[in-house]
Structure formats: C-alpha cells, structure tokens
C-alpha cells in the first residue's frame, strides 16, 4: 500500500507545504540567479524517469547559460561555469527546490534514485540489476546522498537497486533525515572531494 499509494500522496502534501513554505526563499533566490548572471532562473533537462520514460526535470541553474553544451556535467567546485550563487546552491542542494513541482507533476518523488541522463545509462544498459533503479520514482534525494552525493555510478546504482528493493516509508523517512547532515555541511558534492 505504501509503494503504491500511500508514497505518492506523502510526497504530494509534503511537497505542496514544501512550495508554500519555500515561496520566498525561491523567490528570493530567483533574484539572486538574475541579478548574478545573464540567463534564465530555472534549467530544464530531460532525463531518465520510472520505467526509463523522458521526463523535463527542473532544478535552479547553478551555471552560466548554455553550460552543458560547453562541457557537460560540473565534476569539479572549481569549474568556471558554475556561477557565484550556483556554488551556495549547490553546496545546500537549494537548486533542487524547484523539483517539488515535478513531484506534484507526478514525475518525481521525494526519496527516490536520482534521475540520470540517457547516455549516463547506456552503458549499463544490460544490467539488470541496476535496471531495478527505474521500477520506482526518481527523487529529489536518495539513500546514496546520505553516503556519498558524489559516488561512482557503479556505487550510486547499486544503493538505488537495494532502495527499490527495500522501499518503505521507514526507509524513506531514514533517508530523509539522513540527508540533512551532509546538506548542511556541503559535503561530498563533487566527485574530485571524494
């Protein structure tokens, strides 16, 4: 009842309180963004989501416009594309916020394993194993977060196979508080920190 119901109604209230709650905060981060670099407040990108479908996941963007097609994904804090406000966002997973409407949009969870993107995944295509990962909603954070936010795929995908195997609300609300030490103190964000 949880894996199929219960869950999707939890994240839906907690992310409607969470929208209501953080309506400033975002706001105000929203002005920070603009006024720090040229370019729009939220980065949209397709990824990977339950069952391997596409969905648009929304996250504050934390580079400069049109980072990705300059150099792919940020590994390092110092990376120059990352913006001043980018850095804080990222080190206090802020730039997440706006995915509390891919969970009202039923695309995401709260805990669940993160949404990768489709050349991520190729090659571990075959695996079914870590396959397991897309029988549940991607999440804004997962077990893996609480370990390491910068781990191996290999390691990433193993813990989000052995979540979906022992999903509970336990387990979720385990992970959720879980989470909140290494938020707090920005650790682990990037993979050359490890």
């Not at 929208?19 to 975002?26: Q, R, Y």
């Not at 981060?29 to 603009?34: H, S």
């Not at 206090?92 to 709260?110: K, V």
Request: charged share 25%.
């Amino acid at each position: 009842m949880y894996r199929h119901f219960f869950k999707r109604l939890i994240d839906s209230i907690l992310a409607i309180c969470g929208l209501v709650v953080c309506c400033i905060p975002m706001v105000i981060i929203a002005i920070c963004i603009k006024l720090d670099s040229k370019g729009p407040v939220l980065f949209k990108q397709v990824r990977l989501g339950k069952g391997m479908k596409l969905i648009t996941v929304f996250k504050f963007r934390t580079m400069c416009n049109h980072a990705y097609e300059m150099g792919g994904i940020a590994t390092s804090a110092s990376d120059s594309r990352i913006t001043k406000v980018g850095a804080f966002l990222r080190r206090t997973s802020l730039d997440e916020l706006p995915q509390m409407f891919n969970i009202l949009n039923g695309t995401m969870a709260i805990i669940g394993p993160r949404p990768i993107l489709d050349w991520e995944w190729e090659e571990y295509s075959n695996n079914k194993r870590f396959a397991r990962r897309y029988d549940a909603l991607p999440g804004m954070f997962c077990t893996v977060d609480v370990w390491n936010r910068a781990a191996l795929r290999e390691d990433q995908f193993e813990m989000d196979a052995a979540y979906v195997d022992k999903l509970s609300f336990g387990l979720d609300v385990k992970t959720f508080f879980g989470v909140i030490a290494p938020v707090v103190t920005g650790a682990h964000v990037y993979r050359d920190e490890r």
